[in-house]
């Protein structure tokens, strides 16, 4: 397996643009998580999914985003209108089932992100 | 990656030296924790994990001890190497509130390798 794959790596826009961030999750995976990282918040949980379906979306900042899971294949994050203050990489992470703890099921796997710069 | 900054702890090592990162979690009902490591450049990769009802569990290099008491977590690295170099984040897993089952990460404590 490629593991959990994210584009673009890198994305440089204006203040005000659309931005879309895309994922594509380990196969069989059940959960998929968006995740923003900033040297000052560290790691923030934004929404995650299972099966396809938004489960907590509290902690999307506010409504210019939103994300999207249309299968199991695929998941978006949308930024609209972007700020210079979403500069950010944002990963986003699967696994499967939560199953017995130490069992594996509960390790996250992470993309290796997306670098968002907003100027 | 983004993470490493100024505003991380940061834990210097002579390469071949053991190491320990430290780690305070924060809800006593969290039953499963894990350690992450994080290269510049890349996503969070799995080193470790260990079950609330352990104390110790140790892999290649690596052991992990668990303090329930005072909610305590460690990370230790026998003879640290070069390519230990990275951010290195504990998380937990959460069994309350709307965040059931998912990972809480601490913020992270940069480990820099001297050869």
């Known amino acids: 397996d490629a593991g959990v794959i994210q584009s673009p790596r890198h994305e440089v826009t204006e203040m005000g643009q659309e931005v879309t961030l895309r994922c594509k999750p380990i196969?069989?995976?059940?959960?998929l998580f968006w995740y923003r990282q900033t040297m000052m918040r560290g790691l923030e949980l934004l929404i995650y999914?299972?099966?396809?379906?938004?489960?907590?979306d509290s902690g999307m900042p506010e409504d210019r985003f939103s994300a999207k899971m249309p299968n199991a294949s695929f998941s978006t994050l949308k930024i609209q209108p972007s700020e210079p203050r979403d500069s950010a990489v944002y990963f986003c992470?699967?696994?499967?089932?939560?199953?017995?703890?130490?069992?594996?099921?509960?390790?996250?796997?992470f993309g290796a992100g997306s670098r968002l710069t907003v100027l | 990656g983004e993470s490493v900054g100024l505003h991380l702890p940061t834990l210097s090592v002579q390469e071949g030296d053991n190491s320990i990162i430290n780690c305070a979690y924060s809800n006593s009902a969290s039953d499963y924790f894990i350690w992450y490591k994080q290269e510049s450049g890349k996503g969070p990769q799995f080193i470790i994990d260990?079950?609330?009802?352990?104390d110790k569990r140790q892999g290649q290099r690596v052991t992990v001890l668990l303090n329930k008491t005072v909610k305590h977590l460690s990370l230790q690295i026998a003879a640290t190497q070069p390519g230990d170099s990275a951010v290195y984040f504990c998380a937990e897993k959460a069994n309350y509130g709307g965040s059931q089952g998912n990972l809480i990460f601490g913020k992270g404590t940069k480990l820099s390798v001297k050869p």
């Open positions: 196969s069989g995976h059940d959960y």
């Open positions: 999914f299972n099966n396809n379906v938004p489960i907590d």
């Open positions: 992470a699967s696994r499967p089932q939560q199953g017995i703890p130490s069992s594996g099921a509960n390790v996250l796997t």
């Open positions: 260990i079950r609330s009802n352990m």
